[in-house]
């Protein structure tokens, strides 16, 4: 889902700079210093969560799980997100420098948008009723996710309109694997610590 | 075991504790001019020049004494995600066709497109490594914090660098004891069941460690400041790397220049 320098337009690239300093501005607003060590190691755990291979027919994918990050860190999730796709860019040269901002706010904004909108259903009623919930809005992310990635490649020249349909087709599968897997990790942490979707003082939301 | 970022066999004196040209170099310098030198090279457009600029990375990474191979095979393994939107381009993209296939003609403007496409990204991202992904993590934080990077932003990328190996160890754990138990990963309902429980009980278990952590900071009375261990530090040798690597660029830029005029 990385989008590489030097294939987007200018004027893409600079959009979603700003946009991600916007919301990685907005999310440590809503980032006290008492929650920090959470977010960090919650961000580490994602981080090490997208390094997971899972299989699917004769192939594998690894996960993103932005989903879940939103789910669990609420706006934080968009600085949390950018600190894992920075050092992926650094360290492992995954993805690229200048598309950083683009890259950010593909995976990030459906975090936060999916961790708002679902977050409410997710806490409320029985554990089954939050994972099938959870499971929705990890699907959502990630369909909204590779939506966004084709609607970048897609503004930035007409040439990659059959690139960008194909990504979308392709991570369907990715999708419903996101989403059971979202749901199922919603499922556990309601029954072991339910206090985790839980809105306390100081929370997330 | 060997370190996720790094990826050195022990935590400190991996990539960083090497002694070469561009490691001995202020950080903050080099964090700055990989973003001049990135910033320029996605503006170039002429395939000669970006080979040039291709070359220059790769004198980057010979100076830097990364190991060679194996920076070369991670940068290689990010074109493995792209070579697919690559190979399509010359399909997609209207022109002087090359050869048909099935009806779909393959035009030379859509293979230059895609051969610009790589040529930029490689020579950037292996600029990036290099210059950047040679550093320890944390000094990386630092320099970062020294070029006014908000503070909460660089507390929780010193988490993030702090805790990936931590978590990895125990999500290691959690896979050993799954296959103790004669789990073995397909393409079936119990799979995805399992692969989300692991999951989730390492969201669980990093809740209830950071709750262990700010508990031991407080103890200590942190109040979010940053301490920086070292002074960074512009030496004369910073300022000369600098330059030339600048001069190079500004060559760059002439050369596209003139060779867009001709």
């Known amino acids: 889902m990385h989008i590489v320098d030097g294939a987007l337009s200018n004027p893409v690239v600079i959009g979603g700079a700003v946009a991600a ?185 | 075991m060997t370190y996720v970022l790094t990826g050195a066999d022990r935590a400190i004196g991996g990539f960083g504790g090497l002694r070469s040209a561009i490691t001995s170099l202020d950080p903050r310098m080099r964090i700055v001019v990989t973003v001049i030198y990135a910033i320029t090279v996605v503006g170039l457009s002429d395939l000669r020049v970006l080979s040039g600029a291709m070359i220059l990375s790769l004198w980057l990474l010979a100076i830097s004494g990364l190991p060679f191979q194996k920076t070369l095979k991670r940068m290689a393994m990010m074109d493995t995600f792209i070579i697919f939107m ?21 035009s030379w403007e859509g293979l230059w497109r895609a051969v610009e496409i790589g040529l930029t990204a490689n020579a950037v991202i292996l600029a990036v490594m290099t210059m950047v992904g040679s550093m320890e993590p944390v000094t990386m934080g630092h320099a970062l914090f020294a070029l006014k990077t908000p503070e909460r932003l660089v507390h929780l990328m010193m988490f993030t660098i702090r805790y990936i190996d931590v978590l990895r160890e125990e999500y290691q754990r959690l896979r050993t004891s799954m296959k103790l138990r004669g789990f073995r990963p397909g393409t079936n309902w119990h799979t995805y069941r399992s692969y989300g429980y692991l999951v989730g009980m390492m969201l669980v278990r990093a ?56």
């Open chain 1, 21 to 205: 300093v916007g919301g990685i501005a907005m999310g440590l607003k809503h980032l006290p210093l008492e929650r920090i060590p959470a977010a960090g190691v919650l961000s580490a755990s994602f981080f090490v969560a997208s390094l997971i291979h899972v299989p699917i027919g004769p192939s594998s994918v690894h996960l993103i799980l932005n989903g879940l990050a939103g789910l669990v860190l609420g706006w934080a999730a968009f600085p949390a997100l950018f600190v894992g796709l920075l050092l992926q860019a650094v360290f492992f040269g995954f993805g690229g420098l200048t598309v950083l901002g683009v890259n950010t706010v593909n995976i990030a904004l459906p975090a936060v948008i999916v961790g708002l909108l679902f977050r409410p259903l997710v806490s409320r009623g029985s554990a089954l009723h939050g994972a099938i919930w959870g499971g929705i809005g990890g699907g959502v992310a990630i369909a909204a996710t590779t939506l966004a990635v084709a609607v970048s490649l897609m503004l930035s020249g007409d040439e990659f309109t059959a690139a960008a349909k194909l990504v979308f087709v392709a991570h369907i599968p990715v999708m419903v694997i996101e989403g059971l897997l979202t749901g199922a990790a919603i499922y556990l942490a309601r029954r072991v610590k339910p206090e985790l979707f839980i809105d306390v003082k100081g929370g997330w939301a």
């Open chain 2, 86 to 106: 690559l190979v399509l381009l010359p399909f997609t993209m209207p022109g002087t066709p090359i050869f048909t296939v099935w009806g779909i003609s393959a």
């Open chain 2, 207 to 262: 809740i209830e460690r950071s709750e262990r952590i700010l508990a031991a900071m407080k103890c200590r009375g942190f109040s979010g400041r940053i301490v920086l261990l070292e002074q960074f530090r512009l030496t004369r040798s910073d300022r000369v790397f600098a330059a030339a690597l600048c001069l190079a660029l500004g060559a760059l830029v002439w050369a596209e220049v003139l060779y867009a005029a001709a």
